[in-house]
Protein backbone atom coordinates (compact mmCIF):
# COMPACT_ATOMS: atom_id res chain seq x y z
CA UNK A 1 0.00 0.00 0.00
CA UNK A 2 1.36 3.34 -0.95
CA UNK A 3 2.13 5.76 2.85
CA UNK A 4 0.70 8.51 2.96
CA UNK A 5 3.99 11.31 2.78
CA UNK A 6 7.56 10.30 1.92
CA UNK A 7 10.89 11.89 3.07
CA UNK A 8 14.11 11.93 0.89
CA UNK A 9 17.31 12.44 2.23
CA UNK A 10 20.30 12.31 0.51
CA UNK A 11 23.74 11.91 2.48
CA UNK A 12 27.33 11.56 2.56
CA UNK A 13 26.90 9.30 5.86
CA UNK A 14 27.98 11.96 8.36
CA UNK A 15 26.51 11.30 12.30
CA UNK A 16 24.84 14.54 11.66
CA UNK A 17 22.26 11.71 9.29
CA UNK A 18 21.07 10.29 12.64
CA UNK A 19 19.78 13.85 14.05
CA UNK A 20 17.93 14.26 10.97
CA UNK A 21 16.39 10.92 10.26
CA UNK A 22 15.27 10.92 14.01
CA UNK A 23 13.76 14.29 13.86
CA UNK A 24 11.59 12.61 11.16
CA UNK A 25 11.23 9.15 13.34
CA UNK A 26 9.87 11.73 16.03
CA UNK A 27 7.17 13.51 13.90
CA UNK A 28 3.87 13.93 15.55
CA UNK A 29 2.14 13.16 12.31
CA UNK A 30 -0.26 10.08 12.50
CA UNK A 31 0.17 8.72 9.09
CA UNK A 32 2.25 6.32 7.24
CA UNK A 33 5.43 7.62 6.01
CA UNK A 34 8.22 6.16 4.02
CA UNK A 35 11.89 7.42 5.19
CA UNK A 36 13.83 7.23 1.41
CA UNK A 37 17.68 7.45 2.20
CA UNK A 38 20.09 7.88 -0.26
CA UNK A 39 23.97 7.53 -0.05
CA UNK A 40 26.00 9.74 -2.43
CA UNK A 41 29.58 9.07 -0.74
CA UNK A 42 30.49 6.89 2.39
CA UNK A 43 34.12 8.01 2.78
CA UNK A 44 34.57 6.50 6.15
CA UNK A 45 32.78 3.16 5.71
CA UNK A 46 30.05 4.57 8.26
CA UNK A 47 27.09 3.48 5.98
CA UNK A 48 26.61 0.33 7.28
CA UNK A 49 26.51 1.12 11.11
CA UNK A 50 24.33 4.25 10.89
CA UNK A 51 21.65 1.23 8.45
CA UNK A 52 21.95 -0.48 11.52
CA UNK A 53 21.27 1.81 14.03
CA UNK A 54 18.15 3.41 12.14
CA UNK A 55 16.83 0.65 10.73
CA UNK A 56 16.37 -0.66 14.65
CA UNK A 57 14.44 3.11 15.75
CA UNK A 58 12.28 3.16 13.20
CA UNK A 59 8.92 3.47 14.21
CA UNK A 60 5.91 0.95 13.06
CA UNK A 61 4.10 3.54 10.97
CA UNK A 62 7.43 4.26 8.88
CA UNK A 63 9.58 2.36 6.52
CA UNK A 64 13.24 3.00 6.09
CA UNK A 65 14.29 2.70 2.33
CA UNK A 66 18.22 2.89 2.14
CA UNK A 67 19.57 3.33 -1.29
CA UNK A 68 23.24 2.35 -1.71
CA UNK A 69 24.35 2.00 -5.37
CA UNK A 70 27.78 1.75 -4.43
CA UNK A 71 29.09 5.11 -6.62
CA UNK A 72 27.80 8.66 -7.19
CA UNK A 73 25.48 9.57 -9.59
CA UNK A 74 26.88 13.20 -9.45
CA UNK A 75 29.82 14.56 -11.20
CA UNK A 76 31.68 15.70 -8.15
CA UNK A 77 32.21 12.34 -7.48
CA UNK A 78 33.34 10.56 -11.17
CA UNK A 79 29.41 10.56 -12.10
CA UNK A 80 27.39 12.05 -14.63
CA UNK A 81 24.87 14.38 -13.27
CA UNK A 82 25.47 17.81 -12.63
CA UNK A 83 24.32 18.27 -9.32
CA UNK A 84 27.34 17.98 -6.79
CA UNK A 85 25.09 17.29 -3.80
CA UNK A 86 23.77 13.77 -4.77
CA UNK A 87 24.24 14.00 -8.66
CA UNK A 88 20.59 12.04 -9.64
CA UNK A 89 19.38 10.47 -5.97
CA UNK A 90 16.95 13.39 -5.12
CA UNK A 91 15.41 12.78 -8.76
CA UNK A 92 15.30 8.99 -8.63
CA UNK A 93 14.18 8.50 -4.77
CA UNK A 94 11.60 11.30 -5.29
CA UNK A 95 10.33 8.46 -8.30
CA UNK A 96 11.10 5.84 -6.00
CA UNK A 97 8.85 7.15 -3.12
CA UNK A 98 5.58 5.14 -2.99
CA UNK A 99 3.86 7.86 -1.65
CA UNK A 100 2.37 11.02 -3.69
CA UNK A 101 3.34 13.87 -1.33
CA UNK A 102 7.62 14.16 -0.78
CA UNK A 103 9.32 16.19 1.53
CA UNK A 104 12.93 16.25 1.50
CA UNK A 105 15.26 16.74 4.56
CA UNK A 106 19.34 17.85 4.01
CA UNK A 107 21.22 15.55 6.47
CA UNK A 108 22.75 18.32 8.31
CA UNK A 109 19.27 19.71 9.32
CA UNK A 110 16.63 18.34 11.27
CA UNK A 111 12.55 19.19 11.89
CA UNK A 112 10.87 20.21 14.95
CA UNK A 113 7.78 17.33 15.70
CA UNK A 114 5.09 19.12 14.00
CA UNK A 115 6.45 19.56 10.73
CA UNK A 116 5.13 17.07 8.88
CA UNK A 117 1.37 17.61 10.26
CA UNK A 118 1.83 20.86 9.21
CA UNK A 119 2.95 20.75 5.91
CA UNK A 120 0.32 17.89 5.23
CA UNK A 121 -2.72 20.38 5.94
CA UNK A 122 -0.66 23.07 4.25
CA UNK A 123 -0.22 21.19 0.93
CA UNK A 124 -4.11 20.39 0.45
CA UNK A 125 -5.44 21.42 -2.67
CA UNK A 126 -1.73 22.69 -4.09
CA UNK A 127 1.04 21.44 -5.75
CA UNK A 128 3.63 22.74 -2.99
CA UNK A 129 3.77 24.15 0.32
CA UNK A 130 6.53 24.97 2.22
CA UNK A 131 7.59 25.70 6.12
CA UNK A 132 10.16 28.47 7.92
CA UNK A 133 13.44 27.83 9.02
CA UNK A 134 15.51 28.61 12.45
CA UNK A 135 18.98 29.16 12.08
CA UNK A 136 20.84 27.19 14.96
CA UNK A 137 24.71 26.79 15.93
CA UNK A 138 26.02 23.31 14.29
CA UNK A 139 27.98 22.41 17.34
CA UNK A 140 25.53 22.36 20.44
CA UNK A 141 21.94 23.05 18.12
CA UNK A 142 21.07 25.87 19.53
CA UNK A 143 18.44 28.33 18.02
CA UNK A 144 19.76 31.53 17.46
CA UNK A 145 16.74 33.28 15.12
CA UNK A 146 14.52 32.73 12.82
CA UNK A 147 16.01 32.74 9.10
CA UNK A 148 14.23 35.97 7.64
CA UNK A 149 17.08 36.29 5.21
CA UNK A 150 16.80 33.33 2.77
CA UNK A 151 14.13 30.69 2.70
CA UNK A 152 11.24 32.94 3.12
CA UNK A 153 9.12 32.01 -0.07
CA UNK A 154 8.41 33.58 -3.40
CA UNK A 155 8.89 37.14 -3.95
CA UNK A 156 10.55 37.30 -0.58
CA UNK A 157 13.91 37.90 1.69
CA UNK A 158 17.62 38.18 0.17
CA UNK A 159 16.80 36.27 -3.29
CA UNK A 160 13.27 38.26 -4.20
CA UNK A 161 15.25 40.27 -6.98
CA UNK A 162 17.45 37.75 -8.32
CA UNK A 163 15.68 34.37 -8.11
CA UNK A 164 12.00 35.41 -7.12
CA UNK A 165 12.80 34.04 -3.76
CA UNK A 166 13.73 30.97 -2.55
CA UNK A 167 12.38 27.94 0.19
CA UNK A 168 15.49 25.75 0.76
CA UNK A 169 15.13 21.72 0.47
CA UNK A 170 14.44 21.19 4.01
CA UNK A 171 11.38 23.16 3.98
CA UNK A 172 9.57 21.96 1.31
CA UNK A 173 6.92 19.22 0.52
CA UNK A 174 5.54 18.30 -3.14
CA UNK A 175 2.87 17.00 -4.96
CA UNK A 176 5.35 14.52 -7.04
CA UNK A 177 2.19 13.24 -9.64
CA UNK A 178 1.03 17.61 -10.29
CA UNK A 179 5.16 17.94 -10.54
CA UNK A 180 6.47 14.70 -12.18
CA UNK A 181 8.17 17.51 -15.24
CA UNK A 182 10.34 19.10 -12.61
CA UNK A 183 11.58 16.22 -10.87
CA UNK A 184 14.71 16.09 -12.86
CA UNK A 185 16.18 19.56 -12.16
CA UNK A 186 17.13 17.92 -8.51
CA UNK A 187 20.00 16.37 -10.91
CA UNK A 188 20.74 19.84 -12.51
CA UNK A 189 23.08 22.66 -11.48
CA UNK A 190 22.50 25.89 -11.94
CA UNK A 191 26.20 27.07 -11.68
CA UNK A 192 29.58 25.67 -12.44
CA UNK A 193 30.21 25.25 -8.88
CA UNK A 194 27.60 21.77 -9.22
CA UNK A 195 24.94 23.71 -6.84
CA UNK A 196 21.89 25.60 -7.48
CA UNK A 197 19.77 22.46 -8.34
CA UNK A 198 17.24 24.24 -5.40
CA UNK A 199 16.97 27.74 -7.36
CA UNK A 200 16.48 25.49 -10.18
CA UNK A 201 13.90 23.77 -8.77
CA UNK A 202 12.31 26.56 -7.15
CA UNK A 203 12.69 28.74 -10.07
CA UNK A 204 9.79 26.07 -11.63
CA UNK A 205 7.70 25.85 -9.08
CA UNK A 206 7.20 29.78 -8.98
CA UNK A 207 5.28 28.90 -12.95
CA UNK A 208 2.85 27.32 -10.23
CA UNK A 209 -0.46 28.76 -8.51
CA UNK A 210 0.25 29.82 -4.97
CA UNK A 211 1.83 27.62 -2.69
CA UNK A 212 0.39 26.39 0.88
CA UNK A 213 2.49 27.64 3.48
CA UNK A 214 2.90 26.85 7.33
CA UNK A 215 4.12 29.95 8.58
CA UNK A 216 5.84 28.07 11.29
CA UNK A 217 9.61 27.78 12.40
CA UNK A 218 10.04 24.10 12.19
CA UNK A 219 13.17 23.63 10.11
CA UNK A 220 16.56 23.75 12.19
CA UNK A 221 18.95 25.10 10.07
CA UNK A 222 22.50 24.84 11.36
CA UNK A 223 24.91 27.29 9.59
CA UNK A 224 28.23 27.41 8.49
CA UNK A 225 30.86 30.20 8.63
CA UNK A 226 32.70 28.05 5.25
CA UNK A 227 29.30 29.17 3.05
CA UNK A 228 29.67 32.25 1.31
CA UNK A 229 26.68 33.36 3.15
CA UNK A 230 27.88 33.23 6.51
CA UNK A 231 28.90 37.02 6.57
CA UNK A 232 25.75 38.02 5.88
CA UNK A 233 24.07 35.57 8.10
CA UNK A 234 26.24 37.26 10.91
CA UNK A 235 25.14 40.55 10.22
CA UNK A 236 21.76 40.00 9.60
CA UNK A 237 21.68 38.25 13.13
CA UNK A 238 23.62 41.49 14.76
CA UNK A 239 20.57 43.53 13.45
CA UNK A 240 18.13 41.55 15.62
CA UNK A 241 20.05 42.06 18.48
CA UNK A 242 21.86 38.14 18.02
CA UNK A 243 25.30 37.43 18.61
CA UNK A 244 26.55 35.21 15.73
CA UNK A 245 28.12 32.32 17.81
CA UNK A 246 31.87 31.38 17.95
CA UNK A 247 31.23 28.05 15.61
CA UNK A 248 33.89 25.39 16.50
CA UNK A 249 32.91 22.88 13.58
CA UNK A 250 30.66 22.85 10.97
CA UNK A 251 28.84 19.81 9.46
CA UNK A 252 27.56 21.25 7.07
CA UNK A 253 26.79 18.95 3.60
CA UNK A 254 27.82 21.68 1.20
CA UNK A 255 31.19 22.21 2.49
CA UNK A 256 31.87 18.75 3.86
CA UNK A 257 30.97 16.47 1.20
CA UNK A 258 34.53 15.13 -0.08
Known amino acids: MPFDLAVVIVTVCRRSLLRAVRSVYAQAYAGTVQVLVGVDVDPDGAGPSLYDAL ?24 GVHACGYGGSLRTALSFCANARRVAYLDDDDWWDPSHLALLDRAIA ?3 WAFSRSWYVNPDDGRILCEDGLESVGPGQGLYRNRDGGFVRPSALMIDKLALGDALHLWSLAKYPTGDGEDRLLFERLLREPPPGRTDACTVHYAIDPRDGLHDLRCDFMRRLGVAPPAIRKSDSTRAAAP
Do not use: D
Not at 61 to 67: C, D, E, S, V
Open 55 to 78: VAECPPRMALTWMALGYSTSARHG
Open 125 to 127: GRS
